[in-house]
């Protein structure tokens, strides 16, 4: 028989399984609503106030209580679960976001739980109406881009960051600390001025190589991404790598960064500049400190490359990558991008093609399962 969280279908994501836990643990009938809230502060209340209570119970009240409250706020408000590599939040209205794991570890660490509880369910409720912090930012930056006219709207967020159709990020971080406890207008100003920096906002002038050569990283990019961009993906530069995968040339400012134009591409080479291959110097230099991780599991063994900079799926097209994934893999060696942020290698193409889907269906900036190849001088389509 389907229940409520069978309702919110894809909306609920990875939180439906440890959500039903959470009741099955307790013997209870699947919480909802009013009941559900009422049921994780009575969970919570008890196990903050047992002295025997264990890190491990700690951690799986976390994990059940934290993904029904994330549920319950879905359901109430509408939204749905995002998920960006091991960060959970649920996005509540148009505008609101809220972590409801970190809902739980505040209150289990509290005084008065109950209260903390409270507190934080307060917070989520503001989001969901659109006066939270959050939610009045990105309130106030969709309204900057309709007063401006320019043809971007938000097609992806998580928290204040944002991607805008035509392929560019924001980070509205800085509008966030900058407006803190200020009141809408001036909320709205700092976003404006964000807006003001966007191309088209001040005559959609083409970047000069001069200022390109120091911002410009590639960046993988697959079929989803020019399916939601449709036509528009004609006038970006694009190269293509192999399957569904191609390479994206990226100009990086600060709490921004969008996709460089084909004309764009071409007047730097005018200019005398080689825009791919200053790229790659630059994402070289930038992964000098990357991190990876080999990892043994019960299917065999694999290295994730996990840095957190946005870099790390690119760095599959580095001449480098090969000694360094030889240091813990017998040859042949196999990569995979699924997305943004994660690489993946593994000299089982199974266990790697069953990672590289996985990660594939849960990312918020997803790229392709398909696999590579990694030579000492080359990198190929497997």
């Known amino acids: ?134 939610a009045q930012v ?43 406890d200020l009141d809408d207008a001036a909320v709205r100003a700092a976003a404006d001025r964000i807006v003001g920096l966007l191309p088209g906002a001040g005559g959609g002038a083409l970047t000069a190589w001069s200022e390109a050569r120091d911002r410009v990283l590639p960046r993988l990019v697959g079929r989803p991404l020019l399916e939601r961009l449709g036509a528009r993906a004609a006038d970006l530069y694009l190269r293509a790598i192999g399957h569904d995968v191609r390479v994206a040339l990226q100009l990086r400012y600060e709490g921004r960064s969008r996709y460089a134009r084909r004309d764009e591409v071409t007047r730097w080479r005018d200019e005398g500049g080689l825009p791919y291959a200053r790229a790659l110097e630059r994402l070289a230099q930038l992964s000098t400190s990357a991190r990876f991780a080999c990892v043994e599991g019960d299917e065999g063994r694999w290295i994730v490359g996990r840095t957190g900079d946005g870099l790390d799926s690119a760095r599959l097209l580095l001449p480098t990558l090969h000694p360094v994934l030889a240091r813990e893999l017998p040859e042949p060696i196999y990569a995979a991008a699924p997305h943004r942020d994660t690489l993946l290698a593994s000299s089982d193409p199974k266990l790697l093609r069953r990672r590289a889907q996985d990660a594939f269906a849960r990312a918020p900036h997803p790229i392709s399962d398909a696999l590579f190849l990694v030579g000492p001088s080359s990198l190929d389509p497997a």
Request: hydrophobic share 45%.
């Open 138 to 180: 990105l309130r106030a930056f969709e309204a900057a881009l309709i007063d401006r006219g320019l043809p971007y709207g938000i097609v992806d967020r998580f928290d204040l960051e944002v991607s805008l159709d035509g392929g560019i990020e924001i980070d509205l971080r800085r509008v966030a600390e900058a407006t803190d």
């Open 1 to 134: 028989m389907n229940d409520w969280i069978d309702a919110l279908g894809d909306r609920a994501g990875s939180l439906a399984a440890p959500a039903r836990r959470f009741a099955e643990r307790r013997m209870l009938p699947l919480p909802q609503g009013t009941a559900a809230i009422e049921a994780i502060a009575d969970a919570v209340d008890r196990l903050a106030h047992d002295p025997a209570a264990s890190d491990e119970e700690d951690h799986a009240l976390v994990q059940e209580a934290g993904a029904l409250l994330g549920l319950v706020l879905v359901e109430h408000f509408g939204g749905r679960h995002a998920q960006r590599d091991d960060d959970h939040r649920v996005l509540l209205g148009p505008y609101g976001s809220f972590d409801p794991f970190a809902a739980i570890d505040a209150a289990l660490d509290a005084v008065e739980p109950s209260e903390k509880l409270r507190e934080r369910i307060r917070r989520a409720e503001a989001e969901g109406q659109g006066t939270g912090p959050i």
